[in-house]
């Protein structure tokens, strides 16, 4: 079996890439990184290292790796002979690879390929999968669009591993946390589809997507901007501080109410959930900074994502959002010279001021109570 996937990246390495070989994928990754493709070409193999206090090592083999910039049309047909696609290259570079995926899907349609294929998103984003469908749809011809409605399904789905910046003398090298969950929304895929061992196939994603984002993504870049403030330089050195992990609680107690009434989780079976989390947080084997967690303020503070979503459905349930509005505010007070978000969030507080800054990147209005409680705590923290 053949799986192509999107994305050399650490999260593509240590995660997707190492599921799909112990699932007996033969894995070619395809990225425009030439230093990382180059070193998976010749060595067909890479390290993964678990932050655990046995640092276990495995070895995944059995890879390649394509340059799509440097030869698109191998990238190409690639796909166009694969079992399964998979992508971790951020949700905002799925329009970028989509040309490379249509491409594969009408030569896949030239070659009269009847095998069905399943193209699974795997980024940090609600309906990924949904999202590249649009992308590489956009470049079909109605009927390339036609017959992929019948061969090609595009499957949502919900990651969660923690993976921080590192680097290593060898390039290839990655070392990720021992946890990991992968939810496949299985009712979008075809019958006698093959199952990836360490997968969790379910028939309502929702709950879990939503449950990862306002858990463990509200907590980390909860943990991340009170660290901040805090003058803590790594999320663990920040979850040592009794003051960030009572905030980042708070904050998950409020998320918490949201998903047990939502989607019905137990309130003992999402606690014990996210105690784990903040134990994960807290991993002493792992270095995560805060620059990187705390980074892309703009789209984190969006309306969907992990901290006016669950807020706005709080307050509409009339359940508490005050640590949830007080986590914007200080994403809100959040810099970082080499983020280009932090720098344009900076600019706009200092050209119209925190209320319309807030407004135009939540999507809240200045009259929202929610809005007048993160713009108060603003003002608050602008003032010590």
């Not at 030439?34 to 070895?59: F, G, M």
Request: aromatic share 8%; hydrophobic share 40%; charged share 20%.
């Amino acid at each position: 079996m053949k799986a192509v996937h999107f994305g050399a990246g650490n999260i593509g390495r240590g995660f997707i890439g190492l599921l799909l070989s112990r699932s007996g994928y033969e894995v070619c990754f395809v990225d425009v990184n030439e230093k990382l493709v180059s070193e998976l070409a010749r060595r067909n193999e890479y390290p993964v290292t678990l932050a655990s206090d046995q640092r276990e090592t495995v070895t995944v083999s059995g890879v390649t790796a394509i340059n799509s910039m440097n030869d698109p049309v191998a990238a190409a047909r690639a796909l166009a002979e694969a079992d399964l696609v998979t992508t971790a290259v951020g949700v905002s570079v799925l329009k970028h690879i989509s040309g490379t995926i249509a491409q594969g899907l009408m030569l896949r349609k030239t070659n009269e390929a009847v095998s069905p294929l399943h193209v699974i998103a795997c980024e940090n984003a609600i309906g990924g999968s949904s999202q590249l469908k649009e992308h590489v749809y956009a470049q079909l011809d109605e009927a390339t669009r036609q017959w992929a409605d019948s061969h090609v399904a595009f499957p949502d789905a919900a990651v969660d591993r923690i993976v921080p910046l590192q680097q290593h003398e060898d390039p290839l090298q990655v070392v990720v946390e021992p946890f990991y969950e992968w939810a496949v929304d299985q009712s979008q895929m075809f019958e006698g589809f093959h199952r990836v061992e360490g997968v969790h196939y379910v028939d309502r994603l929702e709950p879990y997507i939503e449950r990862k984002l306002f858990t463990v993504n509200t907590g980390h870049c909860s943990a991340a901007y009170m660290g901040y403030l805090q003058g803590h330089a790594t999320i663990q050195e920040a979850m040592n501080d009794e003051k960030v992990v009572h905030h980042v609680r708070a904050v998950l107690s409020e998320t918490g109410a949201v998903l047990v009434a939502k989607h019905g989780f137990s309130s003992a079976e999402h606690q014990a959930y996210i105690d784990t989390t903040l134990e994960r947080f807290a991993n002493p084997a792992l270095t995560d900074e805060v620059s990187r967690v705390g980074r892309s303020p703009i789209r984190k503070l969006s309306a969907g994502d992990r901290l006016v979503s669950p807020a706005t459905q709080a307050y509409e349930r009339e359940f508490g959002y005050g640590y949830l509005a007080l986590t914007m505010a200080m994403a809100l007070r959040f810099e970082s010279p080499d983020d280009p978000e932090a720098a344009e969030l900076q600019a706009s507080l200092k050209e119209v001021g925190a209320s319309q800054t807030l407004a135009k990147y939540t999507g809240l209005d200045a009259e929202h109570p929610i809005h007048q409680a993160a713009l108060a705590h603003y003002e608050e923290l602008k003032s010590r």
